[in-house]
């Protein structure tokens, strides 16, 4: 439904169209559960460094000294490394498939957390956090994409928040664990949690849909039974996706990388880019990633072992309202929430760091910061964190989607390097107050950019998502478009 606010405005409201009511098999809660163990170890490795450099930092518990430049490397380096493993996933899903992929990604985790654990110099601790940064890379395009293609449409939204409701744990899981243990035991912790996932992987199926896009219908059709349950009727689904990939074989081009210039597959595209870059603009990974290092620096009242430990409860219990909601209310109200909230607390933290550097005692204030960062958090939470992801594995067609996905989650981890390598710089630069300004800036941005790009996805099935950026497909006789049925297996 669209309201008309006046007749000189350009701006629509969409209220998301009722669906039907939520339905679920135990078999898709444990998919989503088991891929969404990769995203805990994903939450634990994007927070390890806010309380491990502050243990490094300290001379007892190392035999070398890891200077702030250094620090900086250690924080940046998982990002960069990801970046590298976003570009090397989109292959390996489609060539290898999405469930094998996740799989493989305990390998360099497994090692990645074992390198910091017996690091005897910096070297060896930049090697481990390259290996769990490819790892790290790896997965976040894999996860939202097995998820998307899994999911039955009523409770995509829900479940498939589940990454993000896991990684969250993870990062508060980091944070707690960080006051008890210090940077080698925290390591060897993150070791430990890949092997669950890596357990239960076994278990899950194929998606369906890689199956049917490798002409193995009768797996295709095993694996949906399998996540739809055996007394559901899947005849219709299979038959929806036997024919989007008949479509969509007819249409393309010869060469991948061309088709993603085709208009009809370059706007979800640059979508899915677009909010990938208001996502990690927004400064998260900075906040994340030094935490501790804020709070110290703001010269808050509460201690900041404590508020960081209250910032990653906030992270945990606000993903679960993300997930409770996302289904009701839509994917774009969320990230309307989202960004006005995050802008709103940007420019008062940066507010609070300005009035400081005035030489103006704060203490009467000494609570704004945490405060800031709670509902900077919540509303990170509820929209450009989980959303981006979620809608990049809703929005890319199935022919480039896994190309298309490793464009998106190279892009992604691109700028979430640049964010957490010059974070220290643009303070030096532009002081504190500064970088949280320039951030809330680039948030309101994003929140226009929703308004105009962003479309609703709440309610609708992967090919009719797909067909509302291809537009109207040429009819054809039911004899035309008839191929024989593969029965490969």
Known sequence: MKLLVRADTYVNIEVPESVPPAKCTVTQVLAALTVSLCSLVIGFASSYTSPAL?????????????????????????????????????????????????????????????????????????????????????????????????????????????????????????????????????????????????????????TPRWYISKNKTKRARKALQWLRSKETDITEELMEIEKTHIESERTATQGTIRELFKPNNLKPLLISLGLMLFQQLSGINAVIFYTVQIFQDAGSTIDENISTIIIGIVNFISTFIAAFVIDRLGRKMLLYISSVSMAITLFALGGFFYVKSLGIDVTFIGWLPLFSLIVYVIGFSLGFGPIPWLMMGEILPARIRGLAASIATGFNWTSCFIVTKTFQDIISLIGAHGAFWMFGLIVAMGFFFVIVSVPETRGRSLEEIEKRFTGPTRRMSAVANMKPMPMAC
């Not at 490094?56 to 960069?80: A, C, H, Y």
């Not at 290898?96 to 360099?108: C, E, V």
């Not at 390591?187 to 357990?199: K, Q, V």
Request: charged residues 10%.
């Open 54 to 206: 502050v243990s490094m930092r300290d001379n007892s518990t190392t035999s070398f000294e890891v200077t702030k430049q250094m620090g900086m490397w250690i924080g940046s380096l998982m990002p960069l490394s990801a970046l590298f493993g976003g570009v090397a996933g989109g292959p390996c899903i489609e060539y290898f498939g999405r469930k094998t992929t996740i799989l493989a990604t305990s390998i360099p985790f497994i090692a990645g957390w074992l390198f910091i654990t017996l690091a005897q110099n910096v070297p060896m601790i930049l090697v481990g956090r390259v290996l769990c940064g490819f790892g790290v890379g790896i997965a976040s395009l894999t996860l939202p994409v097995y998820l998307g293609e899994t999911i039955q449409t009523e409770v995509r939204g829900t479940l498939g928040l589940m990454p993000t409701v896991f990684g969250n744990t993870g990062i508060l899981l980091c944070f707690m664990a960080g006051t008890y243990l210090n940077w080698r035991h925290l390591a060897l912790f993150g070791a430990s949690l890949s092997i669950p996932f890596m357990l239960l992987m076994i278990v899950i199926p194929e």
